[in-house]
């Protein structure tokens, strides 16, 4: 059973549109990162967000967390074709010693 | 900068043999992860350790076993490879046990390994 659940799991758009991926769970985290994977490489943090409702920007992305701390998303807006890549959100819960993750999104970001 | 250093990056075992992944990190930390990353499921984690020779199950350790007799390397092992463990590992170390995400305790990963048994 998968605690994290992403969407969508595939997502191919053009440059410079806006896209959101979505991080769902039934179970309540304390705090929820944002990682990228590039293709040969391991996942690199983007962002971590620790308070229910809290809204982060890096740049173009903005991260939110949801009110009930179960849920997160991305937004990129003006998608580049850096951006390409697997992106992972991870949660903490109170009392565990590491991070259970989402199932993934895979982006590209077509010139 | 931190650096997560693993071994091998990329191995072909027959069915049956033994494989050690080897994992090295430089910046003292106390945590130590072996993931293994599969397309549609994720990072699901095999092992974990906290200290030297110290070590916990993750979410499937069935068919590894690890070793940490140095706090800088983390070695996973499989002692009898079978096909289903053709996977991409990855090996991460963070700062402390606990208080992940809110007190900026990050987990930091190496490049993984790519296994694949035949």
């Known amino acids: 059973t998968q605690l994290l659940e992403q969407s969508p799991q595939f997502l191919s758009i053009q440059e410079g549109e806006n896209l959101t991926v979505y991080c769902n769970s039934s179970?309540?985290?304390?705090?929820l990162q944002w990682y990228r994977q590039e293709p040969g490489e391991g996942p690199v943090l983007l962002v971590t967000v620790v308070t229910g409702g809290e809204v982060k920007k890096l740049k173009r992305l903005t991260f939110q967390f949801g009110d009930a701390r179960k849920d997160s998303s991305l937004h990129i807006t003006a998608a580049q074709p850096g951006d390409t890549g697997l992106y992972l959100c991870?949660?903490?819960?109170?009392?565990?010693?590491?991070?259970?993750f989402g199932t993934g999104t895979r982006l590209t970001v077509i010139p | 900068d931190v650096k997560v250093t693993q071994s091998s990056r990329y191995l072909v075992k027959r069915t049956g043999e033994k494989v050690f992944l080897e994992c090295v990190q430089d910046m003292d930390h106390e945590n130590m992860f072996w993931y293994r990353q599969d397309p549609g499921l994720g990072l699901r984690l095999i092992y974990f350790?906290?200290?030297?020779?110290?070590?916990e199950k993750g979410d499937i350790p069935e068919g590894y076993s690890v070793s940490r007799e140095k706090k800088e390397r983390f070695s996973l092992i499989l002692e009898s490879a079978s096909t289903n463990q053709t996977s991409m590992y990855l090996c991460?170390?963070?700062?402390?046990?606990?208080?992940?995400?809110?007190?900026?305790?990050?987990?930091?990963f190496g490049e993984g390994s790519w296994l694949t048994v035949v």
């Open positions: 991460a170390s963070s700062l402390y046990l606990g208080g992940i995400g809110g007190s900026g305790n990050t987990i930091y």
């Open positions: 991870a949660g903490e819960r109170t009392g565990a010693n590491n991070l259970f």
């Open positions: 350790s906290y200290d030297v020779k110290m070590k």
């Open positions: 179970s309540v985290f304390s705090s």
